[in-house]
């Protein structure tokens, strides 16, 4: 009796090991109660859950037009999770992805801006996305380097660089770029400075599809990505090994700050054709649910970048067709990543209640 009496009604273990069918039971279940859980806004509204449901998929999906804007959503998301899976992989908590993405669309402009009509159009698409490479890079260079150095909080440094980025091209926006005086805009680019379409999209997909599969081997089959995973797993076994962990840092921040700048470049030159402080748009910030609702795997990130830019592009055929406010679609995407998010938690831990057998704690 006093056994049971300190030992709580419910207890928290560590799985060691899950079934892999049966963690995606989990995932798959926990997307569908997401699902039904979006009805209660929906219902709130006063309209059919089933038929929002739809129009969000035929705003979507069922038409080219459609198709290809979710597309244009997908693909920023899409890049800038792959960006950030390898810091994450590491534990270097790269939340700065917002201002090295602005701060590589801010590189490719100017390039926009004041080389076009000097040099080729492909030469000067070039440029524009060495430009953006190279910049995204140095920005994701600086709190690499003072961590490496001093060990500063990577969260924080990365979270206030967005803001200083942000507030660069504000000042450009207003200042040194501004279009016809008072307007506080930058021109739009000329054709010259516009990535080509592919089907409809921005050549920018292909190369994010490329980018897929170039970073999953990166991850998983180089020594690059192993040094990544040792340092995610153990810093201390790392610098056992002989891993100078600095450099590696660096290099993983450089190449996650340029393939975020890579997204910067695609932005301003295939979806908006110009800059402006908001140009992320989120992305930044949207993307570290990709990557960790995905486990940090790039072929999963396209599935959840496709998912939330269905979500996304149907809100406003939602909207338009059944009066139903577009935030609703941002309520039924948090409560959607929410569930994800949380079913990770009973994948990688299980409940253990009182009286029950240790035989049967693992639900086998």
Same mark, same amino acid.
């Given at each position: =009796?006093?056994?049971?009496?300190?030992?709580?009604?419910?207890? &928290?273990?560590?799985?060691?090991? $899950?079934?892999?069918?049966?963690?995606?039971?989990?995932?798959?279940?926990?997307?569908?109660?997401? #699902?039904?859980?979006?009805?209660?806004?929906? &219902? $709130?509204?006063?309209?059919?859950?089933?038929?929002?449901?739809?129009?969000?998929?035929?705003?979507? #999906? +069922?038409?080219?037009?459609?198709?290809?804007?979710?597309?244009?959503?997908? @693909?920023?998301?899409?890049?800038?999770?792959?960006?950030?899976?390898?810091?994450?992989?590491?534990?270097?908590?790269?939340?700065?992805?917002?201002?090295? @993405?602005?701060?590589?669309?801010?590189?490719?402009?100017?390039?926009? #801006?004041? /080389?076009?009509?000097? !040099?080729?159009?492909?030469?000067?698409?070039?440029?524009?996305?060495?430009?953006?490479?190279?910049?995204?890079?140095?920005?994701?260079?600086?709190?690499?380097?003072? *961590?490496?150095?001093?060990?500063?909080?990577?969260?924080?440094?990365? +979270?206030?660089?967005?803001?200083?980025?942000?507030?660069?091209?504000?000042?450009?926006?207003?200042?040194? /770029?501004?279009?016809?005086?008072?307007?506080?805009?930058?021109?739009?680019?000329?054709?010259?400075?516009?990535?080509?379409?592919?089907?409809?999209?921005?050549?920018?997909?292909?190369?994010?599809?490329?980018?897929? !599969?170039?970073? %999953?081997?990166?991850?998983?089959?180089?020594?690059?990505?192993?040094?990544?995973?040792?340092?995610?797993?153990?810093?201390?076994?790392?610098?056992?090994?002989?891993?100078?962990?600095?450099?590696?840092? =660096?290099?993983?921040?450089?190449?996650?700050?340029?393939?975020?700048?890579? !997204?910067?470049? =695609?932005?301003?030159?295939?979806?908006? %054709?110009?800059?402006?402080?908001?140009?992320?748009?989120?992305?930044?910030?949207?993307?570290?649910?990709?990557?960790? +609702?995905?486990?940090?795997?790039?072929?999963?990130? @396209? !599935?959840?970048?496709?998912?939330?830019?269905?979500?996304?592009?149907?809100?406003?055929? #939602?909207?338009?067709?059944?009066?139903?406010?577009?935030? @609703?679609?941002?309520?039924?995407?948090?409560?959607?990543?929410?569930? =994800? &998010?949380?079913?990770?938690?009973?994948?990688?831990?299980?409940?253990?209640?009182?009286?029950?057998?240790?035989?049967?704690?693992?639900? *086998?």
């Amino acid at each position: =009796m006093k056994n049971d009496i300190r030992t709580p009604f419910v207890r &928290l273990a560590k799985r060691n090991d $899950i079934d892999p069918k049966k963690a995606w039971i989990i995932r798959v279940s926990s997307i569908i109660i997401a #699902l039904i859980l979006g009805f209660i806004p929906i &219902l $709130i509204t006063g309209s059919n859950p089933f038929e929002a449901y739809s129009v969000i998929v035929q705003g979507s #999906l +069922l038409r080219p037009t459609y198709f290809r804007q979710t597309v244009k959503i997908a @693909i920023p998301l899409l890049a800038c999770a792959l960006a950030i899976a390898p810091c994450f992989k590491m534990r270097f908590w790269n939340i700065g992805a917002e201002g090295q @993405i602005t701060i590589g669309a801010m590189c490719a402009s100017y390039f926009a #801006l004041y /080389w076009v009509g000097k !040099v080729p159009h492909v030469v000067l698409l070039l440029i524009m996305f060495l430009a953006a490479l190279a910049g995204g890079a140095v920005w994701g260079l600086i709190p690499a380097f003072f *961590k490496a150095k001093w060990n500063t909080n990577e969260t924080l440094f990365t +979270l206030m660089m967005n803001y200083i980025a942000i507030g660069i091209v504000a000042w450009l926006q207003g200042g040194p /770029w501004e279009g016809r005086q008072g307007s506080q805009l930058i021109p739009q680019f000329k054709d010259a400075a516009r990535l080509p379409d592919v089907f409809g999209v921005h050549i920018g997909w292909i190369f994010s599809l490329i980018l897929v !599969v170039l970073m %999953y081997f990166y991850m998983n089959k180089t020594k690059q990505g192993y040094e990544v995973a040792v340092i995610g797993d153990s810093v201390n076994t790392a610098r056992y090994a002989g891993m100078n962990v600095g450099y590696i840092i =660096m290099r993983t921040m450089a190449i996650s700050g340029a393939i975020s700048g890579f !997204v910067g470049f =695609m932005i301003v030159s295939g979806a908006n %054709y110009t800059l402006y402080s908001g140009v992320a748009d989120g992305v930044g910030f949207t993307s570290i649910s990709v990557a960790w +609702l995905s486990q940090l795997n790039p072929f999963a990130m @396209i !599935v959840i970048s496709m998912l939330l830019a269905v979500l996304d592009k149907g809100s406003t055929t #939602l909207q338009s067709r059944m009066s139903i406010p577009a935030s @609703i679609s941002d309520i039924i995407t948090g409560i959607l990543l929410f569930a =994800m &998010l949380s079913c990770e938690f009973f994948i990688n831990y299980r409940l253990i209640f009182r009286g029950r057998a240790e035989g049967k704690e693992d639900g *086998k």
